[in-house]
């Protein structure tokens, strides 16, 4: 029952004839189907998750993952196509809470705390938890507004000059100052793919959140940009929490401490990145990360 | 295998000529469709503005009015005999027409309405009186049209409203340039009348300016709260389901069953005032709602997720998501949507019959409880008049709502344009 699931895994991604069967039936031999490999838990982390399972309607997207992230670390999710880091990422803040269909059971306790608790209210939960999606989406607004909005809405300063100080900060903490100080009224639509990025994540470090969530911040930039956003994000690690979901293995392997991998929905290993990419422990992590498919 | 490559062009090729007719054939039919319906636009304008043109223009006759103390001497001036100052006037010119029915025949050449153009005068300005004044009065529709060329002189008398004995009158009147054609002030200025000549469409701009003024105020936040609830509130279930269904079927109601609703439910159950473009604009309002809401809908749904996200990202409440981001991004869109329906609204006539406002009313209205009647209804009253001259009225006024129709429309492709793709 459980080899068929993982063959049909294997079909589904199109290298049924590279993986043989011997080799998976060999991968489940060694580490229990239902068991997240590696050290899932740390000493002090800043979210917890336990058993946490995702349906969309009917289907589950996530099983039973159980998994901490770390205070100023950069936890690297990656995974196949389709195996629910995504979903597992917007977790986080509860942004799954927009698709009416989604169902989510388990825990998630920051600061001790279960965001899923019917008394968290989401708001101030998100400002906690700011998000940087995949693809660049400045508002329709200048510079400064875009930077400015979470500030203002949520209440941080009411003087004009401390919001300046906040944008002005912001826009460094992105490495986006120098490039935008003299243009701050014109539209942020009218950034490269790569400054639009960058502004996305300063809009998101102004409401000051603890933890940063990106969600393949880079796959819609040219390398040049992707170093520049990559550098930020291992700056930003001093002041923040970073969970970040990626599709490039190398990129996992430069800016992260800890690496999760993710396959149909299962957390399958969590481990420190130099020794998921040079050790990996389990099977699928190995195929995954040598290219035998994904 | 060369062969078959060779047979594979070969039938590729003989089909090729038939594919290229078909699709030579296509095109040819929508441009025959395209030209079709120009034409008949064509057709269509070429109609009302040829019918129409000539209403802007209007016959007057310049007459010597000698404004005699005596008949002016009454303690209000209002009610004196200003009649007989155009009559004598008349008389004046025409000194060698003595009989009774004569007489009348000559004073029935200039409009009834001359005499209430004196009248005005007077009350603005009495020191006029005593002395003789060259006063340009309305002809009569009767003679404008003679005058335009509608009334031929070679039809018998006995089959036009003109004798023969008027057209020599008017004849001398124009040989003596006492008979001018001066730009029609009054159709702009003038409410409706029994009289062509002194009708206006005014009373009825004033009254669609109203009623759409209320159907502006209550359809446009109905209609967007719905949209927006609908859209972004409402959770999916059947309920919803129901309630967009008959959105969509809202739409398509034939627009005299709201005129019912709004006879029944406005005028019997609320008592509120007949033929008031309160009524009317309430009625409209029901009959625009489903456009607006469609309209406005689909407006929200085309703003892009990620904007959404975005501020949903940074802990913007449901509320601010919107009203901050989502509305102004569609809001070119519903007031696309809200134009279009404003538009429809305005050439709407059938509701409007139905709760009253295809009165008379020579009155301008002042506000939206006075009776009035709006432009398309005005253009079914006149069509509906007997008197030649209304033909021509009917038709100067479709050019009015036509030009207030593409002058909204136009506005709407402007906007859209405008604020097209910002994101």
């Known amino acids: 029952m459980a080899m068929d699931t ?89 942004m799954n809470d927009t698709v009416d269909i989604c169902r989510v059971t388990g825990e998630i306790l920051l600061d001790g705390r279960n965001i899923y608790d019917k008394s968290v209210d989401v708001v ?113 690690r001093e002041h923040y929490t970073i969970v970040i979901v990626t599709h490039n293995m190398q990129q996992a392997a430069r800016i992260s401490q800890r690496t999760a991998y993710f396959h149909l929905g299962r957390l399958i290993e969590v481990n420190p990145t130099d020794q998921v990419f040079t050790n990996p422990r389990h099977r699928l992590t190995e195929d995954y990360i040598t290219g035998r498919f994904g | 295998m060369k062969t078959e490559n060779t047979s594979t062009m070969q ?24 030209v079709i319906s120009l034409l008949f636009l064509v057709i269509l304008f070429s109609s009302i503005v040829g019918n129409g043109y000539t209403a802007f223009r209007q016959s007057v006759i310049v007459l010597d009015i000698h404004f005699d103390k005596q008949i002016l001497d009454v303690s209000n001036l209002r009610s004196a005999n200003y009649a007989k100052l155009v009559k004598d006037a008349m008389s004046g010119l025409f000194p060698d027409v003595t009989g009774r029915s004569d007489k009348r025949m000559l004073h029935r050449l200039v409009s009834s309405g001359a005499a209430f153009q004196l009248q005005k005068m007077i009350i603005k300005d009495p020191s006029l009186i005593g002395r003789t ?42 040989d003596s340039d006492r008979l001018e054609r001066r730009f029609n002030t009054t159709f702009f200025t003038a409410g409706d009348s029994r009289e062509p000549e002194l009708s206006g469409i005014k009373g009825a701009v004033t009254g669609s300016f109203f009623t759409l ?47 019912l609703l709004g006879l029944a439910v406005f005028l019997n159950f609320f008592g509120f005032p007949r033929s008031a473009p309160l009524v009317g604009g309430m009625v409209l309002t029901l009959m625009t709602l489903p456009t607006i809401i469609i309209a406005s809908r689909a407006s929200l749904k085309s703003v892009p997720p990620s904007i959404r996200e975005a501020a949903l990202g940074i802990g913007a409440s449901k509320l601010q998501t919107i009203t901050h981001h989502v509305l102004p991004l569609a809001m070119p869109g519903m007031m696309t949507g809200t134009i279009i329906g404003m538009a429809q609204a305005l050439g709407e006539t059938a509701p409007l019959l139905m709760i009253g406002m295809v009165a008379f009313i020579v009155d301008i209205p002042g506000g939206i409880t006075d009776p009035a009647t709006v432009l398309p209804v005005q253009i079914y009253l006149w069509a509906d008049s007997p008197e030649r001259a209304f033909v021509e009225r009917t038709s100067a006024a479709i050019m009015i709502l036509l030009a207030f129709l593409i002058l909204m429309n136009g506005t709407a492709v402007l906007l859209r344009r405008k604020f097209e793709r910002r994101w």
């Open chain 1, 124 to 236: 101030p939960l998100r400002a906690q938890v700011g998000m940087v999606f995949q693809k660049p989406n400045p508002f329709p607004k200048s510079i400064f507004e875009n930077v400015a909005y979470g500030p203002k809405i949520h209440g941080l300063t009411n003087s004009r000059f401390e919001l300046q100080d906040i944008v002005e900060d912001s826009l460094k903490k992105a490495g986006l100052w120098d490039e935008v100080s003299d243009r701050l009224d014109q539209p942020g639509t009218g950034l490269s793919g790569g400054q639009q990025q960058r502004l996305c994540i300063a809009r998101a470090v102004a409401v000051r959140p603890e933890v940063i969530l990106m969600d393949e911040p880079c796959s819609a930039l040219d390398p040049i940009a992707t170093a520049t956003v990559e550098d930020l994000i291992t700056e930003l």
């Open chain 2, 11 to 34: 039938v590729v090729n003989s089909g090729l000529a038939k594919r290229y007719a078909k699709e030579k054939r296509f095109r040819m039919l929508g441009i025959g469709a395209v």
């Open chain 2, 213 to 259: 003024l209320v159907t502006l105020v209550l359809s446009f936040p109905i209609g967007v709260a719905a949209a927006v609830y609908l859209e972004e509130f409402a959770p999916v279930n059947r309920w919803t389901d129901f309630v967009e269904v008959n959105i969509n079927n809202l739409a398509a109601v034939p627009s005299i069953v709201f005129g």
């Open chain 1, 6 to 94: 993982v063959i049909d895994m294997a079909d589904t991604f199109g290298v049924g004839k590279q993986v043989h069967e011997q080799e998976v039936t060999k991968a489940l031999s060694r580490e229990d189907d239902s068991q997240t490999v590696g050290a899932p838990f740390v000493d002090a982390p800043r979210m917890v998750c336990r058993d946490v399972n995702v349906y969309y309607g009917e289907k589950q997207a996530i099983s039973n993952v159980s998994l901490d992230v770390a205070e100023h670390e950069v936890l690297a999710m990656i995974g196949p196509s389709g195996c629910g880091k995504s979903t597992f990422l917007r977790c986080l803040n509860r």
């Open chain 2, 133 to 174: 004044v060259e006063v340009r009065v309305p002809a009569d529709d009767e003679v404008d049209m003679f005058i335009k060329g509608y009334i031929p002189r070679n039809v018998p008398e006995s089959e036009r409203r003109i004798s023969d004995q008027q057209m020599a009158w008017i004849d001398r009147l124009v």
